[in-house]
């Protein structure tokens, strides 16, 4: 088919690989604009139109697509779908209606729970046993279109964001080639969503990440899964932000944010949470034995 492709990160990086792979027409490929980034804060583009220059597809960066110029250029590559992935801008109902058998969507949730920007940390913080990927026409709502595909994944008791985000994202592009495979020979019919269950994965802020000692040590240890790799969760020591990459609740009671022994476990509002892989800024990962080292922090240390 002639696909239009709209993603950003590398999520949907590997779906328009996949697509590509399974012999489809990309006619035009969209993405979010570059942005500064770096030290340097130099330009960078998303990993999807870095893959798009690679396969030699032209790409479109709009800041929006509400204006009628932009929605009559889509219009005029007469598509036959557009694939949406990640893509972070909205699409109005011009956009939604041009190509021929309109616009899908891959999420990487189990609808309707989960709608919104940030469904795989979401699902993790809430303690969710198991997630996975739907594809589903979109419509003017925020993720409420009817399902084409959906398949479940569990969420195993250690994983991060970043190792679910390579679950969903394989996921998700096998998903989206099957989907159009049905689309195309007419066989696919879509599902509406059912009417119970809806939540909604809103963008993650910044102070998020930040850990609030006076939580329970099972819900910190959520944060620190769920904001590796970005955006990192954190506490501070002697002025100093250090991210912890993993961590392990463990039995032990005390005043909430000081250091039960010097082995880097903190009480909590109730348990511990003892870090076993930590990152000082502008420093590599390191296992907690090796930065105590370089930096002891002794029983009675309260953390920020």
């Known amino acids: 088919m002639r696909v239009v492709f709209m993603g950003t990160p590398p999520f ?26 770096g030290r340097g804060h130099r330009e960078q583009r998303s ?23 932009a929605q009559a250029d889509f219009a005029a590559l007469d598509a036959d779908i557009a694939v949406v992935a990640a893509y972070g801008l909205i699409l109005p109902r011009p956009i939604l209606d041009a190509p021929r058998l309109g616009c899908v969507n891959i999420h990487a949730s189990l609808l309707p729970r989960w709608r919104g920007a940030a469904p795989i940390q979401r699902a993790i913080l809430a303690g969710d046993r198991e997630t996975g990927v739907t594809i589903m026409r979109m419509e003017e709502g925020l993720d409420t279109g009817p399902m084409l595909r959906a398949q479940a994944v569990p969420i195993g008791p250690d994983m991060t964001a970043g190792e679910l985000h390579d679950i969903l994202a394989d996921l998700g592009s096998r998903l989206i080639a099957e989907a159009l495979v049905g689309l195309q020979a007419g066989a696919l019919a879509a599902v509406p969503q059912p009417a119970t269950g809806v939540t909604y994965a809103t963008k993650i802020a910044k102070d998020e990440a930040r850990l609030d000692w006076i939580r329970p040590a099972e819900e910190l240890a959520r944060v ?5 790799p970005v955006p990192g969760a954190f506490f501070e020591l002697a002025g100093e932000r250090i991210r912890i990459l993993a961590a392990v609740v463990e039995p032990g009671e005390g005043v909430p944010g000081i250091t039960l022994d010097d082995r880097l476990t903190v009480a909590c509002g109730t348990g511990a949470l003892r870090a076993r892989s930590v990152q000082r800024a502008g420093r590599g990962a390191m296992d907690a034995a090796a930065f105590l080292r370089g930096l002891p922090v002794p029983a009675g240390t309260r953390l920020g």
Not at 17 to 23: K, S, T
Not at 47 to 68: C, I, K, N, Q, S
Not at 224 to 228: A, H, L, M
């Open 12 to 37: 949907a990086a590997r779906a328009l690989a996949a697509l590509a792979d399974a012999g489809h027409d990309i006619v035009c490929v969209y993405s979010q604009p570059p942005r500064p980034a």
């Open 47 to 69: 990993a999807v139109h870095e893959l798009a220059l690679e396969r030699g597809y032209p790409v479109r960066t709009p800041a929006r697509l509400r204006d009628p110029d």
């Open 224 to 228: 620190v899964r769920g904001f590796n």
